[in-house]
């Protein structure tokens, strides 16, 4: 944007991004509904997102994002609990679709400090901030924007695509099928140490598009500690987050006690019900372009997965290097292994022949999901990447039944 546009007081960028993903035939003993299908198939997904922001007064602004999505993932979304695009949480549709993914305000309270720029981006005006602030976010926005940020690993359209390394896999974050919702935020910044809390809508269905209107029984809660440090000059970062939901969830151990000798069915025992988690989030420059990241998290895992995906285990560990030593500093190598696993009422209810909405074989020979990604991202301009990459997955959806098999991508992400 010019300068004069950002002296208005807003801001317009966009995005665009393209995702070829591919697999061979892989070995499958049988196949259930929510199989990842063991014959060859490609599919492709596409995003095309406005950021519009304006400054309503100081300390104050509006953002907009209409967002158009097309496409699906392998096996239309499903058979994989660390699934290999992270662009398939907002593409659904072979058609193309219109989806508003943010609409919301943010008000922010100088508290001192030094002052910082901020330069016009993505939801993002032009300006200045206290370094020490509060900040209030209000409206239709995503979960994942405000928390679990690692500086590596957390954005699929320009970093790896898979889920459990974007996200903390088994933060059950609170989100409607595209990965958005509605709620309030709340980030408190002082010197080295930020602390979040965040309350959000919902889904009324797993997975599903509407959110739950029983505000007061189904809500989703998270709050997270983040401390920041410099070691030997070069930065890095921890966040503590912890989370509740609150949800008309089945339970994993009732669903299977009520079935009989039929394969339970978790729909049938949904009742409002809590489930709760934690995770770990690190990352550390350790040279010139070069930094390591992890994640850890658990969650309780006798509720029904709502609405990211079937994890109940999952620590994830990665290099990410820039190419500063091959003389094309704006490329990125990366690579990272990912071990999810499942809590045993989740792991039973599955091996019965239960089905989530990720994932279920019909049956279960259980095994941890271990998934290998790598990836080069090549800036082929100051507004176009292209990048290369591949997953080799043991167990895919946890069953020693099926693979192992190697995913591949090509992805086009361009941004004006």
């Known amino acids: 944007m010019t300068d004069g546009v950002e002296d208005q007081g807003w801001s317009l960028h966009g995005q665009t991004t393209v995702v070829e993903q591919w697999h061979g035939r892989f070995s499958s003993a049988y196949s259930g509904a929510n199989s990842l299908n063991p014959s060859r198939e490609d599919k492709h997904t596409a995003t095309l997102t406005l950021f519009l922001g304006r400054r309503l007064w100081p300390g104050t602004e509006l953002y907009y994002n209409p967002e158009m999505t097309q496409g699906t993932g392998l096996s239309g979304t499903l058979g994989l609990a660390g699934f290999p695009n992270g662009e398939a949480t907002r593409a659904g549709s072979n058609n193309p679709q219109y989806n508003t993914a943010r609409l919301?305000?943010?008000?922010?309270?100088?508290?001192?400090?030094?002052?910082?720029?901020?330069?016009?981006?993505?939801?993002?005006?032009?300006?200045?901030?206290?370094?020490?602030?509060?900040?209030?976010?209000?409206?239709?926005?995503?979960?994942?924007?405000?928390?679990?940020?690692?500086?590596?690993?957390?954005?699929?359209?320009?970093?790896?695509?898979?889920?459990?390394?974007?996200?903390?896999?088994?933060?059950?974050?609170?989100?409607?099928?595209?990965?958005?919702?509605?709620?309030?935020?709340?980030?408190?910044?002082?010197?080295?140490?930020?602390?979040?809390?965040?309350?959000?809508?919902?889904?009324?269905?797993?997975?599903?598009?509407?959110?739950?209107?029983?505000?007061?029984?189904?809500?989703?809660?998270?709050?997270?500690?983040?401390?920041?440090?410099?070691?030997?000059g070069r930065p890095g970062a921890l966040r503590t987050l912890v989370y509740w939901n609150r949800a008309h969830m089945g339970g994993y151990s009732e669903a299977r006690q009520t079935a009989g000798a039929q394969p339970p069915d978790i729909t049938l025992s949904r009742r409002y019900r809590s489930k709760a988690g934690a995770g770990l989030n690190w990352e550390q420059e350790i040279a010139a372009g070069l930094g390591a990241f992890a994640r850890v998290g658990f969650n309780d895992g006798r509720t029904e997965t709502w609405a990211f995906t079937e994890i109940d285990r999952t620590a994830t560990a990665g290099l990410s290097l820039k190419g500063v030593n091959w003389s094309r500093p704006d490329d990125t190598l990366a690579a990272a292994v990912v071990l999810n696993g499942l809590a045993p009422d989740h792991r039973d209810y599955l091996a019965a022949g239960g089905y989530g909405f990720i994932i279920g074989d019909g049956g279960l020979r259980y095994g941890w999901e271990e998934i290998f990604e790598t990836s080069y991202d090549w800036k082929a301009a100051e507004w176009l990447a292209l990048a290369a990459d591949l997953q080799f997955v043991s167990h895919p959806g946890y069953n020693r039944a099926r693979g192992p098999v190697s995913v591949y991508a090509l992805r086009l992400h361009a941004e004006f």
């Open 104 to 232: 919301f305000i943010r008000q922010s309270f100088g508290l001192g400090g030094p002052a910082e720029k901020v330069p016009s981006a993505g939801n993002q005006v032009a300006g200045s901030q206290d370094s020490d602030r509060l900040t209030l976010s209000l409206g239709k926005l995503s979960a994942v924007d405000l928390f679990d940020g690692n500086s590596h690993t957390h954005d699929p359209r320009t970093q790896l695509l898979n889920w459990a390394l974007m996200d903390n896999g088994a933060w059950d974050y609170p989100a409607d099928a595209k990965g958005y919702t509605a709620g309030f935020a709340a980030d408190l910044k002082l010197a080295d140490d930020s602390w979040r809390w965040g309350v959000f809508l919902e889904p009324s269905e797993a997975n599903g598009r509407s959110l739950d209107p029983h505000v007061s029984r189904a809500f989703g809660q998270v709050l997270e500690w983040e401390r920041r440090w410099h070691l030997a």
